[in-house]
């Protein structure tokens, strides 16, 4: 296990360091101009000229990446030009918002996907697991931008339930979240299903049923418990997934998180921001799958991590 | 038997605790962030004027950068900038001149190259400190130096010993002279008689050193200044909140108690927050799918501010790019554009344009036609320089709506006289990029990309875009036009005191402009500001021609 983590964590520390050489390159070889983007159309040739000299921008490429991961080797992710606040301070403060998010989508995936789908097994082939079908399908098709806005029409607007955007307490959670959240119940519904399935066919299910246990008694303690195996791992992949998922979401709620932040850089041209987040966003998504494999062998005596 | 089960308790506690987790993390959300109830409580408290205050609420979907008057150089950050500072001079409600932080206006030499400032005395910053000529000072030198990154210091690359100071040849800038305590002077390399323009500008806005110098670079964050507001709490990507300058030296404003700006707000949810009376005013324009609506509903009558706005947004014809050298195709462009399909496309937010000047700039051509609508012409005069069968082409055009449907529409007038024309659509980023590279691109939309005033006067619609030195990389002609014998003129013309014999060359320059057709100036723009009928003020306190919001001078029934 131990020799495993460490081999994971040096492929993690190269992945991270080619998406940053990549990206580097990549906002350098763009045809836009950092510094006339920070200095606005009206700035004058000569003041933009300044700009770019202070900001260093006038270097070759690899100079300035070689100063770049300098800093960042000292924990220094740079200063944004557009929010003009270091990039570190920028995304801590936002993390927050958008880690809350990703939860609260997963736990409405959860919520909602896992019963609709233990229900749609336990009665398949009825009108229940058509309905559950469609409910599916419909979340799945729904875009977000789209779903988000009617959301905010319906239940903030016209029944005046919720607020209408911004981040605050519950209230101000729940329609991004089922926002975010909705599209997944589909997946997790057929997931449910299908493992479901798979474990009511199984011998110890027949066993407790032969047992003469009580019908609900042997979905609660050997059905669904069994069945949520591939769910748990379906909820950690969730996690990285929904760090780009939920921009849209950001985006129209007017949530303060790090999806909204990025694209506003990008649309920017704000180096050290964009290479902030994307960095930032690498580490959290490379992380994340470490963990989910360590708690899908931590689950499933049968995975074993071999080093 | 026992391994299993303890195995299988383990697997148990370990989604149960998941589980939990996430509840909690969903449902104690809020204390993650560091936003938590304050904010929230000081804008409802407000809002339901508690305390017998009057809140004014906007709401942006970008968010605000900086308040340091030295950097933001936006339309989001400079109303706002104008909430905390002064300059010492302003604007009247239109374009003229008037004293800020100064008593009075400035004394001028005859040939416009020393400036004498004098002083309001007993101003104080916000800190409690009477303001003085060495807060001027520092604060013209502050944009100056390099080490600011100040995207204005070219405004005052004029003063003497600018040049020197940053290229660190000298220590400080030999032209800003401070005489007394309340009085400074300007001595300028070469006549300007718009420096006192240039000295009404945000990159103006008079900032005390000590604050500069605690805050370092977070000054942006904890603004200082003079100004009618005070910057109370700023929770970034959420909202800042502005509370009123007890102390302000102007009386009788401002009328608000508290200014809110919520930012992050797409257009489309902010309308509903203002038809919902969450806010009083959108930042941004209305979404052109919903302005058909708001404007035929009579109850959005007395929720509509419409202002003219010192904009011209116009195709930029690449005279360095075949067949745009001969200017007969290029007066043909100027023939083939359907102008008044633009506005209908544009929800009436905007006015046909015939010149380069908006009406509100002084110098604006009243007696000038322009060039006609004539698609027969147009062809006639392909045909004259030698494109009989027209030829293709290309423009490149920003990527927001509506911008590609007014290039669509081009697309169809120049198709008629045989003209085929490629979109491109871009982000802003490489559209600027492309236009500012020398041959790169052969037509330019500006719309969502136009240049907006600095300064009411009709320089700063020549030099910055028409003049020699911006037909340089990464400069805003993108006509890439110079012609050497107009811009003599125009420099001769900034130094002119004469105001209407000065007024009277402009004309002349930008008539010849036109007759060389560098531009197809298409449209003026329009403001069409949604705003709550509580809010109230004149129409130039929504949408001043130099400050945009007047926020000081705003109020609510």
């Not at chain 1, 909820?235 to 999806?259: C, K, N, R, Y």
């Not at chain 2, 409600?93 to 400036?115: H, I, K």
């Not at chain 2, 108690?257 to 005013?281: F, H, N, T, W, Y």
Request: hydrophobic letters at 45%.
């Amino acid at each position: 296990m131990a020799t495993y983590l460490v081999r994971r964590l040096l492929m993690a520390l190269t992945v991270i360091a080619g998406i940053s050489v990549v990206t580097f390159a990549m906002i350098y070889f763009l045809p836009t101009d950092p510094a006339r983007m920070y200095a606005g159309p009206n700035a004058s040739v000569e003041a933009v000229a300044r700009i770019r000299h202070q900001m260093g921008l006038d270097q070759p490429l690899w100079v300035q990446y070689g100063r770049y991961v300098e800093r960042v080797l000292q924990g220094d992710l740079g200063y944004s030009y557009k929010l003009q606040m270091p990039v570190t301070q920028a995304i801590l403060s936002r993390l927050p918002y958008t880690l809350e998010l990703i939860f609260a989508a997963i736990f409405v995936e959860l919520a909602l996907g896992v019963p609709l789908g233990v229900l749609a097994a336990l009665r398949k082939n009825t009108w229940v697991d058509g309905l559950s079908t469609l409910a599916a399908l419909v979340g799945v098709s729904s875009p977000p931008f789209w779903l988000g806005l009617l959301f905010l029409y319906v239940f903030a607007f016209k029944l005046g339930w919720f607020p209408l955007g911004g981040a605050g307490g519950l209230s101000h959670l729940i329609l991004p979240a089922l926002t975010a959240g909705l599209g997944g119940v589909g997946w997790y519904a057929r997931m449910a299903r299908s493992s479901t399935l798979n474990v009511l066919d199984a011998d110890y299910v027949r066993t407790a049923r032969a047992k003469g246990l009580p019908g609900w008694i042997v979905v609660v303690r050997h059905v669904v418990r069994n069945a949520l195996n591939p769910i748990v791992t379906m909820a950690g992949q969730d996690i990285p997934w929904f760090v780009g998922g939920v921009v849209v979401v950001e985006m129209v709620f007017g949530w303060p998180g790090i999806g909204r932040m990025a694209v506003e850089a990008i649309l920017m041209d704000d180096v050290p921001l964009i290479m902030g987040t994307v960095t930032f966003t690498a580490v959290l998504v490379v992380l994340s799958s470490i963990l989910v494999d360590v708690v899908q062998a931590l689950l499933d005596p049968r995975i074993r991590l071999n080093a | 038997m026992a391994e299993v089960a303890r195995r299988n308790g383990l697997k148990w506690l370990l989604a149960a605790l998941s589980l939990a987790a996430l509840v909690l993390t969903a449902c104690g959300g809020s204390s993650l962030g560091p936003a938590s109830e304050t904010g929230q409580a000081s804008e409802s408290g407000a809002g339901g004027g508690a305390a017998g205050g009057k809140t004014m609420t906007i709401a942006y979907k970008d968010d605000l950068a900086t308040l340091d008057p030295a950097i933001g150089y936006d339309w989001t950050n400079w109303p706002a900038e104008k909430m905390v500072f002064d300059a010492l001079l302003d604007y009247d409600d239109t374009t003229n001149l008037v004293p800020g932080l100064a008593e009075s206006m400035p004394e001028v030499s005859p040939d416009a190259t020393t400036w004498t400032f004098h002083l309001r005395k007993g101003v104080k910053f916000q800190n409690g400190r009477e303001v003085t000529a060495d807060d001027v000072a520092y604060t013209i030198t502050r944009v100056l130096d390099p080490k600011t990154k100040s995207p204005g210091s070219g405004f005052y690359t004029g003063i003497e010993g600018a040049q020197d100071f940053i290229d660190g040849k000298a220590s400080s800038v030999s032209g800003i002279q401070v005489l007394d305590k309340y009085t400074i002077r300007f001595k300028l390399s070469s006549p300007d008689v718009t420096f006192g323009n240039k000295m009404a500008l945000n990159f103006a806005f008079v900032v005390p050193k000590e604050e500069v110098q605690k805050w370092g670079d977070d000054f942006g964050h904890h603004p200082v200044g003079t100004g009618p507001f005070i910057l109370k709490e700023w929770t970034p990507g959420q909202r800042l909140v502005f509370e009123k300058n007890p102390n302000y030296f102007k009386p009788g404003v401002p009328k608000l108690d508290q200014v809110v700006i919520r930012v992050g707000v797409e257009p489309s949810v902010a309308l509903l927050q203002l038809e919902k009376g969450e806010i009083d005013m959108m930042g941004d324009p209305i979404p052109t799918a919903e302005l058909a609506r708001v404007l035929n509903d009579p109850a959005w009558k007395d929720r509509i501010t419409r202002a003219p706005q010192v904009s011209t947004i116009y195709i930029a014809i690449n005279t360095r790019v075949k067949p745009f050298t001969d200017v007969r195709v290029r007066q043909a462009l100027n023939m083939a554009i359907d102008k008044e399909r633009i506005i209908k496309l544009l929800g009436g937010q905007g006015t046909v344009a015939n010149q380069i000047l908006p009406p509100l700039m002084p110098g604006y051509d009243k007696d000038y036609q322009g060039y006609p609508y004539d698609p027969e012409r147009a062809k006639q005069l392909l045909k004259e320089a030698g494109y009989p069968n027209g030829f293709e082409t290309t423009m490149e055009c920003l990527d927001v709506d509506p911008q590609p449907k007014l290039c669509e529409s081009f697309q169809q007038d120049l198709a008629k006289i045989g003209i085929k024309l490629n979109i491109k659509t871009l982000e802003a980023g490489t559209v600027i990029a492309d236009a500012g590279t020398e041959g790169k691109v052969p037509l330019v939309w500006s719309g969502g990309l136009a240049w907006i005033q600095d300064y009411p006067d009709p320089d700063d619609f020549y030099s910055p875009i028409l003049g020699c030195g911006s037909a340089v990389p990464g400069g805003w002609n993108w006509a890439w036009y110079c012609n050497k014998e107009i811009d003599a003129k125009a420099k001769q013309a900034v130094g002119m005191t004469d105001r209407e014999a000065r007024l009277q060359v402009y004309k002349e320059i930008f008539r010849k402009l036109m007759d060389e057709a560098v531009w197809v100036p298409v449209y003026n723009g329009q403001y069409i500001i949604a705003h709550s009928e509580k809010l109230v003020g004149g129409v130039d306190d929504f949408a001043h021609p130099e400050h945009t919001i007047r926020y000081e001078n705003l109020d609510k029934k």
